[in-house]
């Protein structure tokens, strides 16, 4: 569910920002054939479509995210974007460039901050360390990025942990070694925290 609604936000926010630069390169060198294009009834139908899809997906997604993955540079992106939304309408009804400039280099930037986001290293090892519960521990090494709080998320083509079938010794060896997409927690976890994950991880499939 959670995979759906993040490709639809990136193929929405795609399609958004190449609409806008369009639009803007249209209103900024004055092309009036281009201007009269994007006033088109169906392509402002198009832009009201894309730019609900872009909000809604990114709604969801910011409500259902793993409070662990909340970071500064997130809410950053947020405000970008929502400072940016007024300035768009504003600056390209009135055929303002200045304001329309300001509102593309604000989603532009706002585009990069996800980029940048999106490399945020998954093992964290400082916060690791001190966790001591099992919920903690999974917490800590951010495996709700992939796996969700609820084991359901199946991010990144992760398996729904509420649905596994692994036995135990085969649940910690793939938590050590990892698994494709899964990086490996060797040199992460000490071997009592491997215990209390795994039982973590077990409690899913009761639930
Ligand atoms: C980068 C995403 C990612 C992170 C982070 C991640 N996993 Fe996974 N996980 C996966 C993927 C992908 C698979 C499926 C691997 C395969 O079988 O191809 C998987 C599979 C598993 C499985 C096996 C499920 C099954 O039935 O096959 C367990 C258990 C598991 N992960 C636990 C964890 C735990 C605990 C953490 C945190 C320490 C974690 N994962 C972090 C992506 C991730």
């Not at 399609?15 to 281009?34: C, D, P, R, S, V």
């Not at 950053?76 to 009135?94: D, E, H, Q, W, Y």
Request: glycine residues 6%; hydrophobic residues 45%.
């Amino acid at each position: 569910m959670y995979t759906g609604f993040l490709h639809m936000h990136k193929t929405a926010v795609i399609l958004f920002l190449a609409f806008y630069f369009l639009k803007w390169i249209a209103l900024t060198f004055n092309l009036e054939g281009m201007k009269t294009f994007f006033a088109k009834k169906s392509l402002r139908i198009f832009e009201m479509v894309i730019s609900t899809l872009f909000l809604a997906t990114g709604i969801y997604l910011m409500v259902n995210l793993a409070p662990e993955m909340r970071s500064n540079l997130l809410w950053i992106k947020i405000a970008l974007v929502l400072t940016s939304i007024p300035l768009a309408v504003v600056g390209f009804k009135r055929g303002n460039k200045i304001l329309a400039t300001l509102s593309v280099l604000l989603i532009v930037a706002s585009y990069g901050l996800a980029e940048m986001h999106k490399k945020r290293p998954i093992v964290n090892k400082e916060k690791t360390v001190t966790a001591t519960t099992g919920e903690d521990i999974y917490k800590a090494n951010n495996c709700a990025v992939c796996h969700g709080q609820d084991g359901k998320l199946m991010l990144n083509d992760a398996k729904d942990l509420t649905s596994s079938a692994l036995s135990r010794a085969d649940i910690e060896y793939q938590i050590l070694n990892g698994k494709n997409a899964m990086p490996g927690y060797k040199n992460t976890l000490t071997t009592e925290q491997l215990k209390l994950l795994t039982d973590y991880v077990e409690t899913f499939r009761k639930k």
